[in-house]
């Protein structure tokens, strides 16, 4: 550990390589010109990717803290940087994302006078991330930085951020590097592992919902074998997909925006809920009405969690465990495995059948059927694929009709922000640039952040892009076909050509519209070797994977109560 004297710019990138960073995402500016020179002298340590816009930025770093576990590192300047960066801090903390944000600040001899691009961080971000602070001691950089990576990871993850004053990062003092704490992880008591084997012992209708972060291929293992070997129905979370091989008998589906109501009834009759690592949050208890949250009806749930302040804040649990999820799998590696065949296997194959019921492409009208596309699509992606995916009425398609393998990823921000999956996509390939990445994003989510393929071109990787193209903003325009038939205000689209837009760049462009298409497309898509974008021009008509606007506008014109 260095104790030479070095300035504040150098003392925050060497910080960074004490905590074991190496990639972090940027835009520019003057307010951390001394942070940028130290990483100039760490180039060999840490990978800078520059952006062209700061929620880009922050949404790259964001996927690679979700791939990794390791907290995602993003650098944006004072003022409007930071309050462009704001909505993937958003997303780390509905997501419990570890993630790094660094904000570049006025001198903090200027504070309080609303000097050029002051903000107050602290009041900014204090809602929206799991601490926040400010650099104005050079001296104390060691210390701040690795307790910042710390809170980043520990309990539930979440992002941090980091303001460091312009002036302060100029100053040269001499202290050490601290480096990563070894702390042991919140581990279940044997005690509690029994109690939970006997509530699900006792359960006739049991389900399993699998959520949270930072689960690691092993974790992934031990628990898929655990409810195989009791041949337990297994649901995820929203967005949480690459959680659960999707293709085995006891994959239930997933909770979340657009749920099949099968599964919701389902879960609605099950006896015992065996939640792991997810929240039960608004979308995976259909806003609040899925669980019995006093916890005094038939319905038992057992709640595994990072985070005690988790546990019985919305549902209180029969039993609540606090538990580091990885942590949680290596005990329950531990747990003896059934000794006959479980009581609800028809229960299963129930809810189950379900799944695979939703999951049969019908005959939807128009010159592409995109169900059977996206099931032709997936047949043909290699076992490691990392999908990205946005928000929107486009994305309960692949949902509903695609099945991930155990070793596949799926990102997605659950707090529903628009512009996330192409900036996601590309830091992800920059993470894992042996990987194929795959962003799924409509054309509203495209035109929020889909400048950033100029990142791809410049950081030499080649995400493949599918913009589901509908010409409106969908999820909108469903909620207005309920409530205003045929009032259409401020939901249309005018777009350009996608794949052209692509190929000004010097990358791949295609464009689907009939059946039979797609497959060809993207395997000259793939082949090129370039970032490319395969424009779907979906039926516009065809609203959700289960609606036409003739459908909404009819209910919507039905008897008001």
Not at 104 to 116: K, L, V
Not at 307 to 317: F, L, N, S
Not at 443 to 463: K, R, S, Y
Request: charged share 20%; proline share 6%.
């Amino acid at each position: 550990m260095s104790t030479a004297t070095r300035t504040g710019g150098q003392l925050l990138a060497d910080a960074l390589v004490a905590q074991g960073v190496t990639h972090a995402f940027c835009v520019p500016g003057e307010s951390y010109l001394d942070l940028l020179d130290g990483l100039y002298a760490n180039a060999d340590k840490i990978s800078l990717t520059t952006c062209r816009f700061e929620a880009g930025a922050v949404n790259m770093a964001e996927a690679h803290g979700k791939l990794t576990g390791r907290p995602g590192v993003a650098l944006v300047t004072r003022g409007p940087g930071a309050c462009h960066a704001a909505i993937g801090v958003h997303v780390a903390m509905q997501d419990s994302t570890p993630m790094v944000l660094i904000v570049g600040q006025i001198p903090f001899a200027e504070t309080d006078r609303e000097t050029f691009q002051e903000v107050d961080y602290r009041r900014m971000f204090g809602s929206v991330a799991k601490w926040v602070t400010q650099i104005d001691d050079a001296a104390r950089i060691p210390e701040l930085m690795a307790h910042a990576f710390d809170v980043a990871t520990s309990g539930r993850p979440g992002p941090v951020v980091i303001a460091i004053s312009e002036e302060m990062q100029k100053v040269r003092v001499a202290v050490p590097d601290i480096g990563p704490a070894k702390v042991s992880a919140a581990y279940p008591s044997p005690a509690a592992l029994e109690e939970m084997v006997a509530l699900l012992d006792a359960a006739e209708r049991p389900l399993v919902v699998l959520g949270g972060s930072r689960w690691t291929a092993e974790t992934r293992r031990i628990v898929r074998e655990f409810c195989v070997a009791r041949d337990l129905p297994v649901s995820v979370a929203f967005r949480r997909q690459s959680l659960f091989d999707c293709t085995l008998p006891n994959y239930a589906g997933d909770l979340g925006v657009g749920a099949d109501a099968g599964l919701i009834a389902k879960a609605k009759q099950a006896d015992l809920i065996l939640a792991i690592g997810t929240r039960i949050g608004e979308p995976v208890s259909q806003g609040y009405t899925l669980f019995d949250m006093a916890g005094q009806g038939g319905q038992k749930i057992v709640h595994i969690h990072p985070d005690q302040a988790e546990i019985g804040r919305v549902y209180r649990p029969a039993l609540g465990i606090t538990a580091e999820i990885n942590a949680f799998a290596e005990a329950l590696a531990k747990v003896a495995a059934p000794a006959s065949k479980p009581r609800w296997s028809a229960w299963t194959k129930e809810v189950h059948a379900a799944r695979a019921k939703q999951a049969e492409a019908p005959d939807y009208a128009g010159p592409l059927n995109l169900a059977r596309e996206l099931q032709a699509l997936e047949k043909i992606l290699p076992t490691d694929a990392i999908f990205t995916c946005d928000a929107g009425n486009f994305a309960t398609w692949p949902n509903r009709f695609m099945h991930l393998t155990e070793q596949q990823e799926f990102l997605g921000p659950t707090n529903g922000a628009m512009g996330y999956a192409v900036p996601s996509a590309i830091g992800a390939k920059i993470s894992f640039p042996e990987r194929m990445v795959i962003a799924l994003v409509g054309d509203g989510g495209f035109l929020m952040t889909g400048q950033e393929i100029a990142t791809a071109f410049q950081a030499g990787v080649a995400p493949i892009v599918l913009v589901f193209n509908n010409g409106m903003y969908g999820t909108i325009r469903m909620y207005q076909e309920r409530a205003y038939p045929g009032r259409v205000s401020g939901t249309q689209l005018t777009n350009p050509d996608f794949a052209k837009f692509v190929e000004s760049f010097g990358g791949h462009g295609e464009t689907v519209e009939k059946d039979g298409e797609l497959i060809p497309a993207f395997q000259r898509a793939a082949a090129s070797g370039k970032p490319a974008v395969i424009e779907i021009r979906t039926n516009p008509e065809q609203i959700t994977n289960r609606a036409t606007i003739a459908d909404l506008r009819a209910l919507g014109a039905g008897p008001k109560h």
